[in-house]
Nanobody, 116 residues
Framework: VQLVESGGGLVQPGGSLRLSCAASGFTFSRYTMSWYRQAPGKEREFVASITSTFGLTNYVDSMKGRLTISRDNAKNTVFLQMNSLKPEDTAVYYC??????????WGQGTQVTVSS
């Protein structure tokens, strides 16, 4: 099982980034896919999720209106479009695949830094 995030980097406040998470080694279409983030000195927190069957989405309140999560089951990839980024969005962003307690996988993370 492998989850590989990409698309992070340095962006100015107000800018945008699109994160990707490429999955392999499991049946991607059967898993809820999520993004989490962890800022320095803080606990990891939920950012967004998208369900397997109906593609229902959920977002953290602090970023609602600035995020869009989507998935391409044909390419085994989940995306996170982030707009109007703020310095407080600086964190390592992680991809997570969940189907059950036993089938719960994490990626290694991608750094997002919002700074002028």
């Amino acid at each position: 099982v492998q989850l590989v995030e990409s698309g992070g980097g340095l962006v100015q406040p107000g800018g945008s980034l699109r994160l990707s998470c490429a999955a392999s080694g499991f049946t991607f279409s059967r898993y809820t896919m999520s993004w989490y983030r962890q800022a320095p000195g803080k606990e990891r927190e939920f950012v967004a999720s998208i369900t397997s069957t109906f593609g229902l989405t959920n977002y953290v309140d602090s970023m609602k209106g600035r995020l869009t999560i989507s998935r391409d089951n044909a390419k085994n990839t989940v995306f996170l479009q982030m707009n109007s980024l703020k310095p407080e969005d600086t964190a390592v962003y992680y991809c997570r695949a969940t189907m059950s307690r036993e089938n719960d996988y994490w990626g290694q993370g991608t750094q997002v830094t919002v700074s002028s």
